[in-house]
């Protein structure tokens, strides 16, 4: 009968008394050492058709994705997170918005959206102001479970302002203002998936 490491791991290996098989005594050994280590794999794909059956995934098994190059843990209800952020991907604007500088963009993180960048009216004139006024659209996966609502830092000739931006559960993002603004900052809107 095979003994446990000392680490509480349950990682096995064979004792003296166990009936000799080289084979067994080191797979054994091998499987419990490699489903504690980081576990490589080409992508998800990948991944999933390996993880099956007597190897499927078990919680709190960590995995690198190499054309992902991303970090997932294994959670206990059974599904691969990201623990690394992901890559930035742009903002499609509304017809009359379009980047003010940068690379406006949102990246998903631990489960939660972060934003970055700045928006300006096409025409480079002031924001409507007193009115919701819908600035552009976050694809499915970026979307919150509930409405979430943000102050943002807006700029007028160098003044500092503020502006209210509100993503809805359809992926619209609206503004409000009341001031005279040209263009509002994305930096530091960051909500929960959940």
């Known amino acids: 009968m095979p003994a446990t490491d000392g680490y ?15 084979e067994n005594a080191f797979q054994t050994a091998v499987n ?3 489903s504690h280590s980081v576990l490589r794999f080409a992508n998800s794909n990948e991944r999933s058709a390996t993880l099956t059956g007597q190897f499927k995934a078990v919680p ?23 623990m ?3 890559a930035w991907k742009p903002l499609t604007f509304a017809s009359g918005y379009t980047a003010f500088g940068g690379s406006p963009g949102y990246r998903i993180v631990n489960g939660s959206v972060e934003l970055r960048g700045a928006f300006q009216r096409t025409s480079g004139s002031n924001f409507t102001q007193d009115s919701e006024i819908y600035a552009f659209t976050l694809p499915t996966e970026a979307r919150p479970s509930t409405a979430r609502s943000f102050v943002a830092s807006a700029t007028y000739n160098g003044g500092g302002h503020s502006a209210r931006l509100v993503a809805r559960t359809d992926g619209a993002v609206v503004y409000i203002i009341g001031h005279s603004a040209n263009f509002i900052y994305l930096d530091s809107v960051r909500y929960s998936l959940d």
């Open 8 to 22: 509480g791991q349950a990682v096995q290996y064979p004792v003296l008394s166990d009936a000799p098989n080289m």
């Open 32 to 34: 419990g050492i490699v």
């Open 60 to 82: 709190g098994m960590i995995s690198y994705l190499i054309a992902e190059d991303r970090w997932d843990r294994f959670d206990g209800d059974k599904v691969w997170r990201p």
């Open 84 to 86: 690394t952020p992901g």
